[in-house]
């Protein structure tokens, strides 16, 4: 029998999810090194992250840090991002290496979105040595188990700039608006949707893929069945998770 041919889509999905939900992954650099032995090596190192609107990785970096040092040498970075190590077979498990080139940004969006997600960083974000960057993914590679793997290009692992634009613009608003008058049903979504415990539970974001919250046992996310092609169906898109919920 014919083993039946991967869904490029699904893939494609998944490795959004990824872009969308992880908070930390395995950054590679080029080794800078004042050695001439040492230059160019793989270096690999543990990154906290956080994704803009349109999914691209936003980070902040200290120069004093060796990833950071090599970037100024050469800006070429993959990021690693998984849902695999928990498993009892991690390699059965999807993850995506996404690579592109970082660029330092003093965009305020990007500032205000890591620090959203990341808050313990107010702390020592405004220190003269630390720069927020973002990748400009340019190609992905999706690995999700035994003959699960693809090649992606950057763009399809990245909203529109014109969708996620509509999206920075109406996201306070609709966050605001759930967490003010809809707190009980943004609390179920996150305890009987995802079977998640905590207190305090709050919308953080919303982006065309799904939706961000936060609380007292960390962070959270429900994905949406599929993308949503407009700000305007996000009020479906919420109702339909509050009901899904319990929440009358």
């Not at 994704?51 to 100024?72: A, Q, T, Y």
């Not at 498993?87 to 969006?109: A, C, Y």
């Not at 996150?190 to 905590?198: E, F, H, I, P």
């Amino acid at each position: 029998m014919a083993r039946p041919k991967p869904n490029r889509k699904d893939f494609v999905k998944i490795s959004k999810s990824l872009l969308r939900a992880r908070q930390a992954g395995v950054l590679s650099t080029a080794l800078a090194g004042t050695d001439a032995g040492d230059k160019g090596w793989p270096y690999a190192s543990l990154a906290t992250l956080a994704p803009d609107m349109d999914g691209g990785p936003v980070f902040l970096f200290s120069e004093l840090s060796d990833h950071c040092r090599n970037l100024m040498v050469d800006n070429r970075a993959s990021l690693l991002l998984e849902k695999a190590l928990n498993l009892s077979r991690p390699q059965t498990g999807p993850r995506v290496t996404v690579m592109g080139r970082m660029e330092k940004t003093d965009n305020p969006r990007h500032r205000a979105r890591y620090l959203r997600y990341h808050p313990q960083a107010k702390n020592y974000a405004d220190f003269g040595d630390f720069h927020f960057y973002k990748m400009q993914i340019e190609k992905a590679r999706f690995v999700g188990g035994f003959a699960k793997a693809v090649w992606l290009r950057g763009d399809e692992c990245l909203t529109g700039t014109d969708l996620a634009n509509d999206f920075v613009e109406a996201e306070a608003d609709i966050t605001g608006h759930m967490n003010d008058d809809h707190a009980d049903a943004v609390a179920l979504m996150v305890k009987n949707v995802l079977g998640r415990k905590g207190r305090g539970w709050r919308m953080q974001g919303i982006d065309p893929d799904g939706v961000d919250f936060s609380g007292s046992t960390g962070f959270a996310r429900i994905n949406f069945d599929q993308p949503l092609t407009n700000v305007s169906d996000c009020r479906a898109e919420l109702v339909k998770l509050a009901k899904l919920a319990g929440n009358p």
